[in-house]
């Protein structure tokens, strides 16, 4: 009989189901916290750990480290460290990690090493110390030179002697094209570019004769058709040539444009208007605005501000005054209506102000 059901049938009968924990061993359920309880730290003791008396017990993991005592769990974790600790000295492990070393020391990466030894790549890492472990950059450039020492070099160079380009070797064997540069000798390595092809003489050239070059260029013809019917350039004919004899070419002339024709002003001309300035000066003074008198006489109001002097012209405010004049609204007729209880939207819409201008005069 196990423990869990040497427990269950101690147990009595009457107590009070405080709880319904979950199914115990064997399908019973464990109705009562002390029968769980002591189930939790009876097989906890027997070495089972959190985990599996969790899954037993159909309960959380953290509900049997509540019914496990601190202590207990302290020296159980200490005990795990300590055999972690003692497997290590074992001479199995020990030779496992001679194995591990000396393998990753010869070059052959992790996966590799893994695989040798039939253990995972996690294992490797655990059983080599911080300062055995490669860099990615030093992991990089061995895995290249390994991958390097695989190729034919022979066959390389027979190809690239043949006229293979680097390029077209690295795509074949799979490597960058500096691995195929560093097994071809320095000796056979051809220059970058395609070979100089040498310029095929044409028919008309001739023998270039500095005599005749100095006398026909004296005698009037240009430097450019001697360097085309001698098959040379213009530079190789100016340097036959002295300096003396040298004509330069005669400076161009920059296009003067014509000047345009000045167009006649036409000042003097004023716009004849059914209002004289009189008139305008007169009823600006009464009070009206530009535009009322602009729209009188038909014109814009633009055009009855030019007719009228700069010291009786109106400021901004002033016009704005006389354009929209304020209600002569005062402070006690504005709280009457506001102890009506009308807002001051309304009492601006009735008085014919703003709700601001109302507030501000209240």
Not at 175 to 186: G, L, N, Q, S
Request: charged share 30%; proline share 7%.
């Amino acid at each position: 009989m196990t423990t869990l059901n040497v427990i269950l049938s101690r147990t009595p009968t009457h107590l009070p189901q405080k709880r319904l924990v979950g199914p115990g061993e064997g399908g019973e359920v464990v109705r009562d916290l002390k029968v769980l309880s002591a189930l939790i730290r009876s097989r906890y003791r027997e070495g089972a750990s959190i985990a599996v008396v969790a899954r037993e017990l159909g309960v959380a993991k953290s509900t049997v480290q509540r019914h496990v005592p601190v202590q207990e769990r302290r020296d159980a974790a200490a005990a795990a460290r300590q055999r972690h600790r003692n497997r290590a000295q074992t001479p199995y492990e020990k030779a496992l990690r001679a194995q591990v070393v000396r393998l990753y020391g010869s070059g052959m990466p992790q996966q590799r090493v893994a695989a040798t030894l039939g253990i995972s790549v996690e294992a490797v890492v655990a059983r080599l110390e911080p300062s055995q472990r490669r860099s990615k950059q030093e992991a990089a450039r061995l895995a290249v030179e390994q991958q390097g020492e695989l190729l034919p070099q022979e066959e390389i160079i027979a190809r690239y002697v043949q006229g293979a380009t680097m390029a077209e070797l690295g795509r074949l064997y799979g490597v960058h094209p500096t691995t195929i540069r560093r097994r071809i000798p320095d000796d056979l390595i051809r220059p970058r570019g395609p070979a100089p092809q040498p310029r095929p003489r044409m028919q008309h050239q001739r023998t270039l004769v500095d005599e005749e070059v100095c006398r026909r260029y004296a005698a009037g013809e240009s430097a450019h058709a001697l360097a085309r019917e001698f098959g040379v350039s213009t530079h190789t004919i100016r340097t036959r040539i002295p300096d003396t004899d040298w004509r330069t070419r005669p400076p161009e002339k920059i296009p003067v444009p014509s000047p345009r024709p000045a167009r006649p002003r036409k000042g003097g001309v004023r716009m004849v208007l059914s209002l004289s300035d009189e008139e305008i000066l007169a009823r600006y003074r009464a009070g009206q605005s530009a535009t009322v008198i602009g729209r009188a006489a038909g014109v814009d109001c633009r055009t009855i501000l030019r007719r009228i002097p700069e010291t009786e012209r109106r400021t901004h405010l002033q016009a704005q005054q006389l354009n929209r004049p304020a209600p002569d609204v005062d402070a006690d007729t504005i709280r009457a209506l506001r102890a009506r209880g009308l807002t001051w939207e309304a009492i601006g819409a009735e008085v014919g102000l703003s709700a601001k201008t109302v507030r501000a005069r209240a």
